[in-house]
């Protein structure tokens, strides 16, 4: 068993991940945190990478220093594994800046639709919990841009911890 925490990346550091990590320590359990970099981005970055002259705006803003793509040893093109190790480094970062000691804490990072990625990991790690962040916002912000928040809250079987910030 696990507790699954997924992180956007942005918000750093990330009082899911406190509490993710908190929850995690009182039940004995591992605590995984996740981040998964939307299809999109990984499309442009895999674009650049093959000389498209696609803009690399998203991607360019994508993450920090730290978690930045590397080109491979060959030259080859941006692939899953590229996009994945990206993602982790993204998680790496956001855990990095919120926990003094990570005791339990996994780190991994997935590509593809954000939502699903995070619920199908969850099942594959079989975890206990899931902890979310969220923002908050007015009624007419949820109708008009949708919320992964609430697209968890609804599809998930699990019960989901979401931690609330003003942003």
Do not use: W
């Not at 360019?60 to 996009?83: F, K, L, M």
């Not at 855990?95 to 990072?109: C, F, H, Q, S, W």
């Amino acid at each position: 068993m696990t507790i699954l925490t997924a992180v956007d990346g942005e918000t750093i550091p990330s009082e899911a991940v406190r509490r993710g990590e908190e929850l995690a320590t009182a039940l004995g359990v591992d605590h995984v945190v996740l981040h998964v970099m939307p299809q999109k981005i990984f499309e442009d970055f895999r674009s650049s990478a093959s000389g498209s002259s696609r803009s690399m705006t998203t991607p360019a803003s994508y993450g920090n220093a730290d978690s930045t793509p590397r080109e491979s040893a060959r030259g080859d093109d941006y692939t899953v594994e590229d996009g994945e190790r990206h993602a982790t480094g993204i998680a790496r970062d956001v855990v990095r800046e919120t926990l003094d000691e990570p005791a339990n804490t996994v780190i991994k990072g997935r590509v593809g639709e954000p939502v699903g990625e995070i619920l199908a990991e969850a099942e594959r790690r079989g975890a206990r919990y899931l902890v979310i962040g969220g923002r908050k916002r007015s009624p007419a912000g949820k109708a008009l841009f949708g919320s992964r928040t609430q697209s968890i809250l609804l599809e998930s079987d699990l019960p989901v911890v979401t931690v609330m910030s003003d942003e």
